[in-house]
Protein backbone atom coordinates (compact mmCIF):
# COMPACT_ATOMS: atom_id res chain seq x y z
CA UNK A 1 0.00 0.00 0.00
CA UNK A 2 0.60 3.44 -0.52
CA UNK A 3 3.42 4.02 2.65
CA UNK A 4 5.95 6.33 3.70
CA UNK A 5 8.51 5.16 5.77
CA UNK A 6 10.89 7.39 8.08
CA UNK A 7 14.38 6.50 9.66
CA UNK A 8 14.69 5.51 12.80
CA UNK A 9 15.18 7.47 16.33
CA UNK A 10 18.03 9.96 17.24
CA UNK A 11 19.81 11.24 20.29
CA UNK A 12 21.70 14.39 19.95
CA UNK A 13 23.64 16.45 21.84
CA UNK A 14 22.53 20.36 21.85
CA UNK A 15 24.15 22.29 19.31
CA UNK A 16 24.41 19.06 17.20
CA UNK A 17 22.28 18.34 13.63
CA UNK A 18 20.06 15.89 12.48
CA UNK A 19 18.64 14.18 9.30
CA UNK A 20 15.56 12.11 9.06
CA UNK A 21 14.88 9.68 5.88
CA UNK A 22 11.77 9.64 4.70
CA UNK A 23 10.92 6.58 1.94
CA UNK A 24 7.93 6.68 -0.19
CA UNK A 25 6.43 3.46 -1.81
CA UNK A 26 3.94 2.13 -4.29
CA UNK A 27 2.87 5.75 -5.77
CA UNK A 28 5.30 8.38 -8.12
CA UNK A 29 7.13 10.19 -5.41
CA UNK A 30 7.35 13.54 -7.43
CA UNK A 31 3.88 13.58 -8.18
CA UNK A 32 3.07 15.13 -4.50
CA UNK A 33 4.69 17.25 -2.41
CA UNK A 34 6.00 16.23 1.12
CA UNK A 35 5.90 18.21 4.00
CA UNK A 36 7.71 17.86 7.53
CA UNK A 37 5.71 18.33 10.71
CA UNK A 38 6.85 17.83 14.41
CA UNK A 39 5.06 17.37 17.26
CA UNK A 40 5.97 17.87 20.74
CA UNK A 41 5.02 15.62 23.54
CA UNK A 42 1.57 16.47 24.70
CA UNK A 43 1.58 19.35 22.41
CA UNK A 44 -0.32 19.98 19.06
CA UNK A 45 0.87 19.35 15.50
CA UNK A 46 3.51 21.98 14.38
CA UNK A 47 4.15 22.42 10.68
CA UNK A 48 7.48 22.86 9.60
CA UNK A 49 7.61 23.06 5.74
CA UNK A 50 7.84 21.61 2.11
CA UNK A 51 9.42 20.05 -0.66
CA UNK A 52 8.21 19.62 -4.50
CA UNK A 53 10.17 16.43 -4.78
CA UNK A 54 10.36 17.21 -8.97
CA UNK A 55 12.15 20.29 -8.50
CA UNK A 56 13.58 20.30 -5.26
CA UNK A 57 11.96 23.55 -4.45
CA UNK A 58 11.00 23.97 -0.53
CA UNK A 59 9.40 26.22 1.71
CA UNK A 60 10.34 27.06 5.59
CA UNK A 61 8.10 28.40 8.39
CA UNK A 62 9.98 31.23 9.31
CA UNK A 63 10.42 30.09 12.52
CA UNK A 64 13.13 27.28 11.02
CA UNK A 65 14.98 29.79 8.60
CA UNK A 66 18.07 29.14 8.58
CA UNK A 67 18.32 26.03 10.52
CA UNK A 68 15.75 23.61 8.56
CA UNK A 69 17.05 22.09 5.37
CA UNK A 70 14.73 19.80 3.27
CA UNK A 71 16.34 17.55 -0.03
CA UNK A 72 15.36 14.42 -1.79
CA UNK A 73 16.93 11.55 -3.96
CA UNK A 74 14.63 10.59 -6.44
CA UNK A 75 16.37 7.74 -7.44
CA UNK A 76 15.59 6.24 -4.31
CA UNK A 77 12.20 8.01 -3.66
CA UNK A 78 13.42 9.46 -0.54
CA UNK A 79 13.19 12.59 1.26
CA UNK A 80 15.19 13.89 3.86
CA UNK A 81 14.93 16.62 6.66
CA UNK A 82 17.92 18.35 8.73
CA UNK A 83 17.75 20.09 11.47
CA UNK A 84 20.59 21.92 12.75
CA UNK A 85 21.88 24.31 15.94
CA UNK A 86 19.56 21.48 17.55
CA UNK A 87 18.13 22.67 21.54
CA UNK A 88 16.62 20.87 23.66
CA UNK A 89 13.14 21.89 22.87
CA UNK A 90 13.70 20.79 19.00
CA UNK A 91 12.79 17.23 21.17
CA UNK A 92 9.86 16.36 19.60
CA UNK A 93 8.22 12.95 16.91
CA UNK A 94 9.06 14.47 13.11
CA UNK A 95 6.84 13.45 11.07
CA UNK A 96 7.05 13.46 6.85
CA UNK A 97 3.37 13.66 5.52
CA UNK A 98 1.92 13.87 1.24
CA UNK A 99 0.39 16.69 0.48
CA UNK A 100 -2.86 16.14 -1.10
CA UNK A 101 -4.37 18.93 -3.56
CA UNK A 102 -3.88 20.10 -7.14
CA UNK A 103 -2.21 22.77 -9.31
CA UNK A 104 -4.06 25.05 -11.32
CA UNK A 105 -2.69 27.96 -13.48
CA UNK A 106 0.57 27.50 -11.81
CA UNK A 107 -0.73 28.07 -8.33
CA UNK A 108 -1.17 24.66 -6.06
CA UNK A 109 -3.48 24.27 -3.35
CA UNK A 110 -3.32 21.93 -0.41
CA UNK A 111 -6.24 19.83 1.06
CA UNK A 112 -4.32 18.40 3.59
CA UNK A 113 -1.84 15.65 4.24
CA UNK A 114 -3.70 12.13 3.47
CA UNK A 115 -0.32 9.85 4.17
CA UNK A 116 1.99 10.01 7.21
CA UNK A 117 5.04 8.34 8.17
CA UNK A 118 5.25 6.76 11.63
CA UNK A 119 6.95 9.08 13.00
CA UNK A 120 11.19 9.69 13.95
CA UNK A 121 11.55 10.64 17.77
CA UNK A 122 14.17 12.95 18.11
CA UNK A 123 15.62 13.55 21.51
CA UNK A 124 17.85 16.76 22.29
CA UNK A 125 19.63 16.56 25.31
CA UNK A 126 23.26 16.77 27.30
CA UNK B 1 0.39 33.41 10.52
CA UNK B 2 -3.20 32.10 10.66
CA UNK B 3 -4.09 30.87 14.31
CA UNK B 4 -6.13 28.01 15.21
CA UNK B 5 -8.57 27.83 18.23
CA UNK B 6 -10.41 24.68 19.17
CA UNK B 7 -12.60 24.23 21.79
CA UNK B 8 -13.12 22.12 24.31
CA UNK B 9 -9.91 21.09 24.38
CA UNK B 10 -11.35 17.91 25.74
CA UNK B 11 -14.51 16.42 26.60
CA UNK B 12 -16.05 13.14 27.91
CA UNK B 13 -18.47 11.38 25.86
CA UNK B 14 -20.05 8.12 26.03
CA UNK B 15 -20.45 5.23 23.08
CA UNK B 16 -23.45 6.49 20.85
CA UNK B 17 -23.46 10.14 22.09
CA UNK B 18 -23.23 13.02 18.97
CA UNK B 19 -19.51 15.06 19.74
CA UNK B 20 -19.35 18.08 18.20
CA UNK B 21 -15.48 20.08 17.46
CA UNK B 22 -15.37 24.17 17.50
CA UNK B 23 -11.93 25.02 15.02
CA UNK B 24 -11.87 28.95 14.59
CA UNK B 25 -9.08 30.53 12.53
CA UNK B 26 -8.07 33.91 13.22
CA UNK B 27 -8.90 35.41 9.88
CA UNK B 28 -10.76 33.75 7.10
CA UNK B 29 -9.63 30.70 5.24
CA UNK B 30 -12.43 29.92 2.83
CA UNK B 31 -12.91 26.18 2.98
CA UNK B 32 -9.06 25.53 2.97
CA UNK B 33 -9.60 23.06 6.39
CA UNK B 34 -8.36 19.24 7.69
CA UNK B 35 -9.75 17.66 10.39
CA UNK B 36 -7.47 14.68 11.72
CA UNK B 37 -7.86 11.76 14.23
CA UNK B 38 -4.65 11.01 16.29
CA UNK B 39 -4.49 8.04 18.49
CA UNK B 40 -1.31 7.13 21.34
CA UNK B 41 1.79 6.32 19.91
CA UNK B 42 0.32 6.87 16.28
CA UNK B 43 0.65 9.73 13.43
CA UNK B 44 -2.42 12.01 12.44
CA UNK B 45 -5.23 10.04 10.32
CA UNK B 46 -7.09 12.52 7.59
CA UNK B 47 -10.34 12.66 7.81
CA UNK B 48 -11.58 15.23 6.34
CA UNK B 49 -10.31 17.85 3.38
CA UNK B 50 -11.70 21.08 2.21
CA UNK B 51 -14.05 21.67 5.55
CA UNK B 52 -16.22 19.00 4.41
CA UNK B 53 -15.42 16.44 2.04
CA UNK B 54 -15.07 13.01 3.56
CA UNK B 55 -11.50 11.18 2.91
CA UNK B 56 -11.82 7.55 1.56
CA UNK B 57 -12.41 5.18 3.79
CA UNK B 58 -13.56 7.32 6.64
CA UNK B 59 -17.08 5.86 8.22
CA UNK B 60 -20.26 8.60 7.37
CA UNK B 61 -20.81 9.22 11.36
CA UNK B 62 -17.92 12.12 10.72
CA UNK B 63 -18.79 14.90 9.17
CA UNK B 64 -17.62 18.32 8.84
CA UNK B 65 -19.02 21.90 8.23
CA UNK B 66 -17.73 25.90 8.46
CA UNK B 67 -16.10 28.55 6.01
CA UNK B 68 -14.51 31.39 6.62
CA UNK B 69 -13.51 31.64 10.12
CA UNK B 70 -15.98 29.07 11.90
CA UNK B 71 -15.64 25.01 11.48
CA UNK B 72 -17.16 22.19 12.96
CA UNK B 73 -16.71 18.63 13.29
CA UNK B 74 -19.34 16.53 14.39
CA UNK B 75 -19.32 12.83 15.19
CA UNK B 76 -22.46 11.08 15.38
CA UNK B 77 -23.02 7.83 17.14
CA UNK B 78 -19.45 7.91 18.76
CA UNK B 79 -17.62 4.53 18.54
CA UNK B 80 -14.81 2.83 21.27
CA UNK B 81 -12.30 3.62 17.90
CA UNK B 82 -13.12 7.24 18.15
CA UNK B 83 -11.86 7.68 21.66
CA UNK B 84 -8.55 10.04 20.21
CA UNK B 85 -7.40 13.37 20.01
CA UNK B 86 -8.51 15.68 17.19
CA UNK B 87 -6.77 18.70 14.73
CA UNK B 88 -7.92 20.94 12.66
CA UNK B 89 -5.67 22.23 10.25
CA UNK B 90 -5.63 24.98 7.68
CA UNK B 91 -4.38 24.56 4.36
CA UNK B 92 -5.17 28.46 2.96
CA UNK B 93 -1.52 30.13 3.86
CA UNK B 94 1.29 29.31 4.64
CA UNK B 95 2.37 28.22 7.25
CA UNK B 96 -0.06 25.70 7.49
CA UNK B 97 -0.89 25.50 11.00
CA UNK B 98 -2.90 23.10 13.21
CA UNK B 99 -5.18 24.08 16.49
CA UNK B 100 -4.32 22.40 19.68
CA UNK B 101 -6.34 19.88 19.78
CA UNK B 102 -10.00 18.56 21.16
CA UNK B 103 -9.30 15.33 23.32
CA UNK B 104 -12.00 12.91 23.46
CA UNK B 105 -12.56 10.86 25.80
CA UNK B 106 -14.86 8.38 27.88
Known amino acids: QVQLVQSGAEVKKPGASVKVSCRAS????????INWVRQATGQGPEWMGW????????GYAQKFQGRLTMTRDTSISTAYMELSSLRPEDTAIYYC???????????????????WGQGTTVTVSS | DIQMTQSPSSVSASVGDRVTITCRAS??????LAWYQQKPGKAPKYLIY???SLQSGVPSRFSGSGSGTDFTLTISNLQPEDFASYYC?????????FGGGTKVEI
Open chain 1, 97 to 115: ARAAGHCSGGTCYYYGFDV
Open chain 1, 26 to 33: QYTFTFWD
Open chain 1, 51 to 58: MNPKSGNT
Open chain 2, 27 to 32: QGISTW
Open chain 2, 50 to 52: RAS
Open chain 2, 89 to 97: QQTSTSPFT
